[in-house]
């Protein structure tokens, strides 16, 4: 097959290195950026380079790897000019207004197929200098259905990602992918953000050790695109930090009360809540 990917960064360009990799599949990347197009090129990302203005788009997949408003953007570009039968897939890290726009779209283009999809992976670095081949091995891909008339383009793109070697697929609606994404993903970068920002960060050198490591890993980010995910996010994020509020107060008034029964049950119900939720983890992959 042609697959098409639009957007080298860090993701796109990962995804594609990855494709070129584990597949035969012909890899086509568009990019804004030509200094990006030629890095790609070194990196061995691609084939050759789509030229998403082309008067029809000749690739069996797009996969467009942007930030939620330039995805719209380019939706409303390449959808007119794609090819019949043709599966056009995002990755963006909010799913509602994607997939909105893609239920529009679909009523101007019947004979093409859309398939929202979030690579659940990443870096603390920014940009297809730091793609990797491997990124998405240990990764999940989520997979967003647009219409469900559409299952045999969903069926194609489960089957395409597991050639690419890809962990797993889960299957989300695109109102439970962005609730629980505010909270396993959006929420911990807010909280990494805040945490370092303590002026002992600065000293932490022969203090600190996996813990200081693990919660500041992502205060390391892309500011333009978690500010766009967060704002467009806002409903549920905001759901999300209101409810970490709430359970970092029952820690603070049990330290200030001295009340060590009350704060040893919340210490103890938190490790519970750990082994559940990687019981929960390896029972998933074990499936």
């Known amino acids: 097959m042609k697959i098409g990917v639009v957007g080298l960064g860090l993701i796109g360009g990962s995804l594609a290195r990855q494709i070129m990799r584990n597949t035969e599949h012909t890899v086509l990347a568009y990019d804004i950026s030509d200094e990006v197009l030629k890095k790609g090129a070194l990196l061995n990302a691609y084939h050759d380079i789509l030229d998403i203005n082309a008067p029809e788009i000749d690739v069996d997949i797009l996969i467009i790897v942007t930030n939620p408003r330039a995805t719209l953007k380019i939706l409303d570009n390449v959808v007119p000019r794609m090819k019949s039968g043709a599966i056009i897939m995002d990755c963006a890290g909010i799913k509602k207004e994607v997939i909105k726009k893609m239920e529009a779209l679909k009523q101007t283009r019947e004979d093409v ?3 929202g999809g979030h690579p659940m992976a990443g870096r603390e670095f920014s940009g297809v200098s730091h793609s990797t081949a491997t990124l998405f091995e240990h990764a999940y891909i989520i997979l967003t259905p647009v219409d469900m008339d559409d299952i045999c383009a ?14 797993g697929i889960t299957i989300s ?8 994404i505010a909270y396993t993903s959006q929420l911990a970068h807010i909280i990494s953000s805040s945490y370092i920002k303590n002026p002992l960060s600065s000293e932490h050198v022969g203090y600190s050790a996996g813990s200081f ?7 390391k980010l892309n500011a333009p695109m978690w500010t766009e995910l967060f704002l467009s996010n806002k409903k549920y994020l905001l759901e999300a930090i209101s409810d970490i509020q709430l359970r970092i107060e029952e820690y603070k008034t049990a330290i200030e009360n001295d009340d060590e029964e009350k704060l040893m049950e919340l210490l103890q119900d938190g490790t519970e809540k750990k082994e559940i ?3 929960k983890a390896r029972e998933k992959k074990q499936c």
């Open 113 to 115: 197929f859309f398939v």
């Open 154 to 167: 969903l069926e194609r793109m489960k089957e395409f990602f597991k050639e690419v070697k890809c962990e």
């Open 173 to 180: 609606g695109y109102d439970k992918h962005d609730k629980i």
């Open 213 to 219: 490591r693990d919660l500041t890993r992502v205060a």
């Open 277 to 279: 939720a990687d019981k």
